[in-house]
Structure formats: structure tokens, C-alpha cells
């Protein structure tokens, strides 16, 4: 509020001052004046040893002479007081339709998606190398279908899903955005949540991101995009490594400083558990020593937030419900914080 009435009257000060200098140099104009007789030289009766030519006295100049007519101008005066408040009038009519305009749109670039007031939220952000799963991720939690991980991602997507909150009665719905990137490029999921912040009621707005899942996964991508693979009897330890040194600590860093106090659940998704030929309990046990380095950068970065790890598969549905469960968990009102 003080914002605008400060705003508006910066605006008015100069359209006042004007007025007012106009008003002024009106007042002046219009004050009855004495005619002025100029003295001229008349040159025409001249004779030869005449003395000095005669000064002879001019009319006084004519009214017709200045730019409008005196009646005018007088009037112009009289009036000037409701002309000055129509001005002012006109002036603050325009600034609040412009300042209640700009208030709208601050509002749209602090704020989080719109949604009803009874409604929870979750804003997740996927960050996974090519091939990891965050796609085929997205799919298992959200069934939409525009999330095809037969092809890889070209640049940045936000999907949504509205789930209810179980166990809550009346029935609470949670509204989770998931945003998805091309894995090849983390400077590009960097560049769109930069340019998301440009975006009235964008949901991942800083400050309302509420979740991080790191992807990764214990086998490279298949040769063929879209295809399942093959299991094997022990995991792609080359494929573990490049996954451990592309999220080091700087890395991490960076991300979570983008991220800010929002954040509240950090899930670690060790993906394609289905592709190794040993029981769930082996599996995990494997997955969780291969990655123990990542676990412990993100355990130093997380500031604060709950850290999850599950071992799964995004194409078998193993591990799903945990993390369906934890994002719901981890959600929080709508609207501006
Ligand atoms: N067997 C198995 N294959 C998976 C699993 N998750 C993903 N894949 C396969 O791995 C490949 C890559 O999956 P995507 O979901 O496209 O990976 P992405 O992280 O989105 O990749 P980019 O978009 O390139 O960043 C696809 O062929 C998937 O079918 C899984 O849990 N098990
Ligand atoms: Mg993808």
C-alpha cells in the first residue's frame, strides 16, 4: 500500500507542478495591464534644416495581437482551479488502474502456481544423468503420457498430478509438479528454472521448490533408447562412478543453494534395481554400498531437509509407493509463503 501511494505521488508531482506553473503564468497574463504607448520615430516630415524628427505617439497595440483572446484567458484564470483538480482528478484515475495492474503482476512473479485453498502442494525437481530414469520416473508417478522416455528429453518440462492424501478425512488433495530435463545438460535445467522465475504463478518458483529426487541409476542406458535392457548378475560399477563424480559436493552446492530453505525431502532414487538378478533385499543391500559416497555428500548438503534413499525400478513400480508417500508427506499449503 505504501508502496503505491508513494509510487502515485512521485508520478503526480510533476503533472501538479506543471498545472500549477501553468495556473500561475495564466494569472500573471490575465492581470488588467496599462496600454502602452510606444514612442516611433516619424521619419516622413522632414525638411532641410529642420532639427531633430518630431516623436510622435502610437496607438497602443492591439488585443488581436497576442496568441488568445484576453476574454480568454480570464476565463482560462477563473476556471483554473477546476481545471487543475479535473487534471489531478484524470491523473490519479490512470495511476490506480496502473498501480492495481502492477500489483497483479508482482504478485504473479512472487507467487507459486495458483490453486484452491484447500488444496496441498509439492514442487519436485528431477536431477538425474541421460538415461538415469527421471522420465520414465515421471510417467510412474504422474501416468502422463507426454513423458516419453523412448525419447530423450529435449529440454524442460513440468508435469502435474493431483493426488489425494490418504487417510485424511475430508479427502485432502495434493497437487505434485515434477519438473523434468535433458540429463546430458545440467546447464539447462539451470537456464529454465532461471527462466521459470520470468513466469506468473510458475510452480517451481524459488523459494516453493519443496522436494529434490536425485536419480541414478546401477546400469548405463541400453543402446536403444526405449529399451528395458538386460539383467545381469552384478551392477555397472563404471556407470556408479560416473554418476558419484558428476553429483560431488560442488555440484550438489550449486544445486542446493538454487534451491534455498523451501526445500524439505531430498530422495536419493537408486533406479533399475529390477535389472539385477538377486533378491530385493540383496539388491538393496548392493545398491546401498556402491553409493555410499553420494549419500554422504547428500546427508553434508542437505541443510536441514529429510534425506531419503530407495532402491527401486521406475519401470517395475518397485520403490514407487514409498516415494509417492513421502513426496504427499512432505508437501504444503497453497498460495504465497
Ligand atoms: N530396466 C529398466 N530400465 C529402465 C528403468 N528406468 C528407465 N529405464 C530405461 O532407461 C532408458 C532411459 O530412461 P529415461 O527415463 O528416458 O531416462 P532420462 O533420465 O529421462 O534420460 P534423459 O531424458 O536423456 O535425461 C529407457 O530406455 C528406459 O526404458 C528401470 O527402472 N528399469
Ligand atoms: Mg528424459
Redesign the pocket.
Known sequence: MNLISGATFKRLLPILVASALLLVALQLWAQPSQPVSAAVISPSVSSPGASAPALTPSPSLPASSAPFSKAAVEMLAQYGLWILAAIFGAAAAILKKNASALTEQLRALRGPAKLPATYRTNSVMLL?L???????LVRALTNVHEAN?RI??AEYDIHSVALDIPGDSPTTRCQLFIS?Y???DLGSLIAAFLDQQKLPYSPMRHGYVRSLIV?VDLFA??EL?????TAQDAIDSSRVAEQIAAWNEQCLSAIFGMLTKSLNYVCLFI??G??LTLDHAQITATALTAYLPLRKHLERQSRGAVVEIIVG????GWGLNQLKASLLEASGPTGII
Open positions: 538425474g541421460g538415461g538415469s530414469g527421471k522420465t520414465t522416455p530423450a528429453t523434468d535433458a540429463g546430458q536419480v542406458p541400453p533408447s526405449g529399451a528395458k535392457g533406479n533399475k529390477d535389472l525400478s521406475a519401470e517395475t
